[in-house]
C-alpha cells in the first residue's frame, strides 16, 4: 500500500552558532506556562477516576482523549507554524507531573507522543500539516524490535521491519518507524564513524499490521504499547525523514562539533535539543507524580489507620513520621533539581543555539536518578500502608506496579549514572543515550 504524494521540496535551516537575536527568548512562569500546568492540574480528577479502566481496558478511553485533546496536551512541542504551543521545557516537566497524579498511563503516553512531535520540525510544510494539522492527530513509535531497513526506490523508500513497546499506538494516527538505510541492493549503509545510516519513516497507523495487541505487563498497563510491523512498504521521501526521533546524531561527545542539519526546517530554541530531552523530562516525571500521589495518599491513610498491633494512629509512629519526612525532601529535591536544570538548558539553548554537553549531563544524571528516588518514595508509603495497600479497591498496588514498570524502562538504567561518573572523572563517556 503507498501513501498519499506530497511534495517533498527540501529547504535547508541555518546551524549552529546562531544569532540569539534570532531565537525567542526564554521566559520561566510566564502566564503561558502557568495556564499549561493548570490546565493539566485540571485534568487530574478526571484521569485518577478514569485510572481503573485505563489499566483495565489498556487504552485510554474516549473521555479521557477528548479531555487531552481539548487541552491541547498532544501538542506541546509541536512547532507553532504547525499550530503546536512549542512549548519551553521546564513547564512540559511540571506538566507531565500533573498529569501522572491522575494516571500514569495517561502521563506517559502523553510524554512519548510529545517526543514523536520533534520529527514536524524536520518535515516539509505539506507533510508536516498531513501528520500533525488535525487537532486530534497523535504519532507514536516504539523501538525496532528486529532487522528495519529502508531502503531508497523512485520517489521514496521500501520500509520493512517490526518495532515493539509503541505507547500509545493505539489512540495514534501515525507511527514512526525507525530504519537503518540500505542500498538499493539491500546492504545497509554505514556513516564514515562506522556508525548506521537511520531514517524514521512516519506512517498511518491503517497502514501497519498490529502482532501483538496483548501487551500483558506488569504495570503502565493503560500505555497499550503494541508491536507493529510492516514489510515492503512504500514511504514517500517526505514522510521519511533524519532519525531526530531517536536523537542519535545529536547525542555527541564533549568535543564534537554540531552536525549539519540540513533538514531541520524550524529555528525556535526547542529543535536545537535532543527529542531524548522529552523522554528523560517526561519519564522521570511519571515517576515523581506516581510517588507523590502514593505519598499524599498514604498521608491521608496514616491519619485514620491504627495498626491492629499498635495502638495509635500511624501519623503517631516516630518512624513513620521520619520516613515521611525523607519522602517529602527526596520528591521535592528532585523536582527541584531537574527544573534547576531544564531552565538553565532553556535559557542556554534560548541564548546561543546549543544545548552544551554539561547540561546534558547533569539532564542525564537528574532524571535517571530521579527515577530511583521516586521508587524509593513510592515503596516507603507502600511498605507503610500494611495489609492496605494489597487491595485492588485501594490505589497502592496499581501505582506500585506503575512505578515498577517505569523503574524498567531505559530511562531508569544504571548505565547512564556510569557514564555521567566517567564524564565528571574525566573520562569519555557512552552518550548514546544523551
Sequence with gaps: MSLSPFCAARSRANTPPVNPNDLPAAAHATASS???????????????????????????PPEVLDALHAAKMFRMFLPRSISGAEL?????????????????????????SNGCAFSAAYMAPDAARAVFGDARAVTAWGFPAAPCHARPVEGGWRVTGTWGFGSGSRHASWVGAHCNVCDAQGVPLKKADGAPVERT??????????????????????????????????????????PRGMGR?????????????????????????????????????????????????FIALASK???????????????IQARVAI???????????????????????????????????????????????????????????????IFEANPFERRLRDIRAVTQQLQSHAMHLQAAGQHYLGLVPNTRFF
Excluded at 519551553?88 to 502523553?110: C, K, M, Q
Excluded at 497507523?205 to 507493529?228: F, K, M, P
Excluded at 552536525?259 to 515517576?287: I, M, N, T
Excluded at 489507620?305 to 518512624?319: E, F, I, M, Y
Design 327 to 389: 519522602s517529602e525532601a527526596r520528591l521535592a529535591s528532585m523536582r527541584a533539581w531537574i527544573l534547576h536544570i531544564l531552565r538553565e538548558s532553556w535559557d542556554e539553548v534560548s541564548r546561543t543555539g546549543v544545548h552544551s554537553f554539561e547540561q546534558r549531563t547533569a539532564l542525564r544524571l537528574a532524571s535517571t536518578y530521579a527515577i530511583s528516588e521516586a521508587r524509593k518514595v513510592a515503596d516507603d508509603a507502600y511498605d507503610d500502608c500494611g495489609a492496605t495497600a
Design 305 to 319: 489507620k491504627t495498626p491492629a498491633s499498635a495502638g495509635t494512629l500511624l501519623r503517631d509512629n516516630s518512624v
Design 201 to 242: 519513516a512516519l506512517i498511518p497507523r491503517s497502514e501497519v499490521t498490529i502482532t501483538d495487541a496483548g501487551w500483558n505487563v506488569i504495570g503502565l498497563r493503560g500505555t497499550g504499547s503494541d508491536t507493529y510491523t510492516v514489510k515492503d512498504l512504500f514511504v514517500p521521501a517526505a514522510y521519511c525523514i533524519v
Design 88 to 112: 519551553d521545557l521546564p513547564t512540559f516537566f511540571e506538566v507531565i507531573l500533573a498529569i501522572a497524579e491522575g494516571d500514569a498511563s495517561a502521563a506517559w503516553s502523553v510524554a512519548q
Design 249 to 297: 546524531d545529536q547525542q555527541l561527545p564533549p568535543d564534537a562539533a554540531a552536525p549539519d542539519e540540513g533538514e531541520r526546517r524550524e529555528s525556535g530554541p526547542l529543535y536545537r535539543v535532543s527529542p531524548s530531552v522529552a523522554y528523560q523530562a517526561g519519564f522521570a516525571a511519571v515517576a515523581l507524580g506516581i510517588a507523590r500521589t502514593m505519598l499524599n495518599d
Design 34 to 60: 502557568i495556564d499549561w500546568i493548570t490546565k493539566a492540574r485540571a485534568l487530574t480528577p478526571l484521569l485518577a477516576a478514569a485510572a481503573p479502566r485505563i489499566e483495565a481496558d489498556k487504552a485510554l
